[in-house]
Structures are given as structure tokens and as C-alpha cells.
């Protein structure tokens, strides 16, 4: 089933387009590779996705719904999930409380349930089974700010799953790791995706992205220049020259 | 016995951590920096002073009526702050400071550079409160205000203060209403300094708009960061310092300031989150027992 449908979305910063007509869709359980060059606006697109700013044109639409003016607490309230490129933990947090915030969000909205106590055994447990699926157990009462940058990685994702989300958005989860590191956060976004969450995936390594995404879309200078398998990305000519140039 | 001098430094000890707390709430838990906290302090003395000596309201309801008006005020000023950060906001609520001031300096119908007079102390069992009693209800109600900030600190209104503290955008995306949280944070924190305005007003019986200035805004933010900002407890221990600091040496009065200016670089330098912060010298201290060696260590 598709979650969410982008169709002809653009973005100007004064003159510059960041994002030039960009269309595609992407399903539950799927994992939707986006990769292109560096400034190609694959974060544009996400920014654009989660509220942070407005397309200048074009539409888009989140399991049926229109999401084109919303602010970024009500998409994540809508049920998209995101990570930053550059790591975005609260960072004077620990990871408990880091993950709680998130899983506040059904709070939030009412002023009366705001006021209402965060440290209660059932909120905490939950926030437990996050942590634990993260992989950072014996790490919950630690700031958020000690943690090495795969543990912060995971801990956004385990923040971003307290929101229950329909989607995921992910900007380059495995830059700056070690290959294991690599590997173990690679193992969690699978187990993520087997529970029936949809996923967008901005990944710079190939090798990550060939063995997770099934489909993959290509940008260059703000536009689509190819979507389709692996395989068709990897032999089409388009994408070749956007990475290494044009044979002279 | 404890003599009148005493009970006026109690008093005015009190009014002060009563401001420091409340300007905690909007610049320690929610992390908005505000240089102007005087004007709520100066809107809710002048709604007080005004409702009871030129309308005739009791002090019952004028002293609440001065925490609502600046309440909506710091709201309603709070939604221009929105657009702003840091030292932007500061500048901002710097100058919301200046244009308060003057509104009361220049228009006559605030009494001018005269001030207004014939503010009294409260009225109960048909006679004048006393000063120990006053404080006593000061103190109450401060108190009050403490158990309902403890209430906020651990509820998913801190919590959502906390996050927008750390970063703005991260919360948005966890689905925290920034704006909505912010305004919040605006609306108690002056409701807050505009009650200490109405209690302030009725002690002094006498208020001019140079009470309300930048310089006031100043001694209340150096309470909050001497003390500890964000903490609960360390506002009201930086108001209880240097609120007692001027009044142990007369000296001192005169360069207050000053003093002030050299303490606050000092902390700055030395003791960045104050004297009861989360890294200070006391903090450790308490924490000896718990505290691990080797489970800290920066990284990235």
C-alpha cells in the first residue's frame, strides 16, 4: 500500500532550486533507497517531507492525506519518523529521556494531559522495549552526549520509533561508522522494516544501499534522473555520469 | 521580636526569588533568554497599584489582576519573541524592557516620573496586615509556586521545555509544538514576575517606572545564573545571596552593580551552570557517592 506520494515537488532558496519537479511514492515495509550526489537535495527533500520548511510547488500526501502545509510537530504527529544527518540527540538528556519525549507526542497536543506525570510504569516500560530494540539497555541512564555516534544513531532511532510511525526517515544512518557498527545499525533498520514500516533511506554507501533497498530513486541537482532496482540503477548511464562525470 | 529592618529584607528577599523563579521558567526550563523580565514585574505592580489606588479594587483582587495582566501581556509579546533566537531574542526582550519603562515614564495617565502612591498593605479580620504577616503570605504563596513548578518539572510540559532547550528543531520533530510551549513558558514566567509586581507595589506602598528598568532586569538574571540556571533551587539561592549581599555591607549598595558584573563573569569563567548547576563545585559535592569515575568521557 503506498504511505506516501510526493508528485512534481519543488523548492527554490532565492534563486538556488534545491528541488526541481521530484516525484515518487513509496509503501509499507518497503525500504526506498535516495541517493545522488553531494547537494543533489536529498535532505532538502526530507526537510521538505517532515515540515521544516514548505515546497514552493508541488504536492504531497501522506496515506491519503495531504501533509503540504504542515508544521513539523503534526507530520511527526502523523506518523513519520525522522533522523538527522548530523546527529541531533538532545544531548544534556539521558537516553530515557531523550526516547520520552518522543513518546509524549500523544500527550501534546491536550494542555490538560500535558500536565499530566511523565515517570509512570507503563510509559517507561514501553520506552524500555525501545531502548532494548536499539540495543541500548545498559545505557539509559547515560546523557545522551557521552554516547559514541553509532549509539546516538540508534538512539534517534529509537526516538523516532516512540512516535509510532507509519514512516521512517533516514539521513544517512551509517556515515562516520565503523563497518560493524555499520553493519548492526543495517541489521536494526532491517528488523524495522520487517515490521511493516515503510522507510526512506539517504545513504552515501553503495554496499548498504544495494543490499537493503529493493527500489531506489537517483537525484541530481534537484531532479529525479533515474528510480528502479539495484540492479537498473547500477547499469543506467544517467546515474554513472552524475557520479563520475561525463566521458570526454 | 525580629525588627522591622529584618522583616523588610525578608520581604523584599522573597519578592526577588519569587522574579528569579519566574524568569527560571522561561529561560531556564524552556532556554529563551529574556533581558526585559522587569517590565512583567513593572506591569503587574502598576495593574496592582492602579486597580487599588485609583479604582479602588482590594488588594484580594488587584494582586491577582496583576498576575492575569501580565500574563497576557507576556503572551501576547511572547508571539513576536517566537520569530527570534538567542541573541536576537535578548535584544528584543531588551527593548520590550525600554518601551515598558517609558510607557509608564511618559505617559501621564501611569503618574509620570511621580510614580503612583497610597498603595497600602493588604486588609484582613478588618485591620492592616502586619509585615510579618505579609511575609508569611508571601511566602506561602511562594511556596505554592514551587510545589506547582516541581508538578511542571515532571510533567510532560517540563519535559517538552527540556526538549525545546536542547533543540528546537529535534523537538519539532518529535512532535513537540514549539510555539505553543514557548508561549507557555511566556505566559507563567510573567504571570509569575507580574504577581511579585502586585505583592512588590502593595510592600512599598510607593512605585516609580526606575524600578521596572534594564538594571532590574539585570539583577534578576544575574540571580538566576549565579544560583544555577535551570535548577530549582538555584534561583532562589542566587536571590537569597544577592538579595542579603548589599544589605550585610551599605558599601556595597552603592556599586551593586557592579559587583553583580564582576560575580556574574566570575561565575561564568569558573562555575558556567552556576552555583547549584548540574557541573558546579556543590553539585559534585552532594554527588560524590554516586558519582563513577570512568563513566564520563566526552566524545564527537
Known sequence: MTLLDVRALSKEFGGLRALDGVSFTSGEGEILGIIGPNGAGKTTLFNLISGIYPPSAGEMSFQGKSILRLKPHQVSRLGIGRTFQIVRPFQNLDVETNVLVAYGHRFYPSLWKSAGPVRQPQFLKEVQMLIQRAGLQSYTKHTAKILPLGFKKRLEIARALALRPRLLLLDEPSAGLRFEESAQLMELIRQVRDQGIGILLIEHNMQVVMDLCKRIVVLDHGAKIAEGSPEEIRSNSLVIQAYLGKET | ?300
Request: proline residues 4%; contains cysteine; glycine residues 14%.
Open chain 2, 1 to 300: 521580636m525580629i525588627s522591622g529592618y529584618f522583616i523588610t529584607i525578608f520581604i523584599t528577599i522573597v519578592i526577588y526569588a519569587m522574579l528569579a523563579h519566574s524568569l527560571n521558567i522561561i529561560t531556564g526550563h524552556a532556554g529563551q533568554i529574556s533581558l526585559g523580565h522587569a517590565a512583567f514585574f513593572g506591569i503587574g505592580a502598576y495593574t496592582s497599584a492602579m486597580l487599588y489606588s485609583e479604582a479602588g479594587f482590594p488588594f484580594w483582587i488587584s494582586v491577582p489582576m496583576a498576575a492575569a495582566v501580565a500574563g497576557i501581556v507576556g503572551a501576547l509579546l511572547g508571539i513576536p519573541c517566537l520569530r527570534v533566537r538567542d541573541d536576537f531574542l535578548a535584544i528584543t526582550t531588551m527593548g520590550i524592557n525600554f518601551v515598558v519603562e517609558a510607557i509608564f515614564l511618559y505617559i501621564p495617565f501611569f503618574g509620570g516620573a511621580m510614580g503612583i502612591g497610597g498603595i497600602n498593605l493588604p486588609k484582613w479580620f478588618g485591620r492592616e496586615m502586619t509585615k510579618p504577616e505579609y511575609f508569611v503570605l508571601i511566602l506561602v504563596v511562594f511556596l505554592l509556586l514551587l510545589l506547582l513548578d516541581r508538578r511542571m518539572g515532571r510533567s510532560w510540559i517540563g519535559l517538552a521545555w527540556a526538549s525545546i532547550r536542547e533543540d528546537e528543531e529535534a523537538a519539532g520533530a518529535m512532535g513537540v509544538d514549539v510555539v505553543r510551549f514557548k508561549v507557555l513558558a511566556f505566559i507563567l514566567g510573567s504571570a509569575i514576575a507580574g504577581l511579585a509586581g502586585g505583592f512588590y507595589a502593595h510592600f512599598l506602598t510607593f512605585i516609580m517606572p526606575q524600578n521596572f528598568g534594564f538594571g532590574q532586569s539585570i539583577v534578576i538574571l544575574s540571580m538566576v545564573v549565579f544560583g544555577g540556571i535551570g535548577s530549582r533551587w538555584g534561583p532562589i539561592v542566587g536571590a537569597v545571596i544577592l538579595g542579603i549581599l548589599p544589605e550585610v555591607s551599605r558599601p556595597i549598595m552603592e556599586y551593586r552593580i557592579l559587583i553583580y558584573g564582576i560575580l556574574l563573569l566570575g561565575m561564568m569563567r569558573f562555575q558556567p551552570g552556576g552555583l547549584l548547576g548540574p557541573e558546579s563545585i556543590l553539585s559534585k559535592l552532594f554527588r560524590r557517592s554516586v558519582f563513577r569515575p570512568g563513566a564520563r568521557g566526552e566524545s564527537q
